[in-house]
């Protein structure tokens, strides 16, 4: 079973840069579709981004859009949410995800995520 461990999050301005990794436990997490997601407290879980197994294809949510970057390096079983000129709307506990879907396409649905990390927070000051 596929682990996730996210790190990276923290304090940072408004305008500042964050780059979340997510590291996986096992090789087969190089053919799955990854996402980010984030939760603000009394939201819900929202997507933010994602990419497939190959990393040519990337989607993202219209409000992070040219701000987020995801990439994915399969060699060290990472993927990356690089997060500039970020905004205090931006603060929330981030996720990473893996859909149990061999070469599958990315989703925007957290329901089609099998595996999450444990999340890690980020905190946006104004």
């Known amino acids: 079973q596929v682990q996730l461990v996210e790190s990276g999050g923290g304090l940072v301005q408004a305008g500042g840069s964050l780059r979340l990794s997510c590291v996986a436990s096992e090789r087969t997490f190089n053919v799955y579709p990854m996402g980010w997601f984030r939760q603000a407290p009394g939201k819900e879980r929202e997507f933010v981004a994602a990419?497939?197994?190959?990393?040519?294809?990337?989607d993202y949510v219209d409000s992070v859009k040219g701000r987020f970057t995801i990439s994915r390096d399969n060699a060290e079983m990472t993927v990356y949410l690089q997060m500039n000129s970020l905004k205090p709307e931006d603060t929330a506990v981030y996720y990473c995800?893996?859909?149990?879907?061999?070469?599958?396409?990315?989703?925007?649905?957290?329901?089609?995520?099998?595996?999450w990390g444990q999340g890690t927070q980020v905190t946006v000051s104004s």
């Open positions: 995800a893996a859909r149990r879907r061999a070469y599958g396409d990315n989703e925007r649905d957290w329901v089609k995520y099998d595996y």
């Open positions: 990419i497939n197994w190959t990393g040519r294809s990337r």
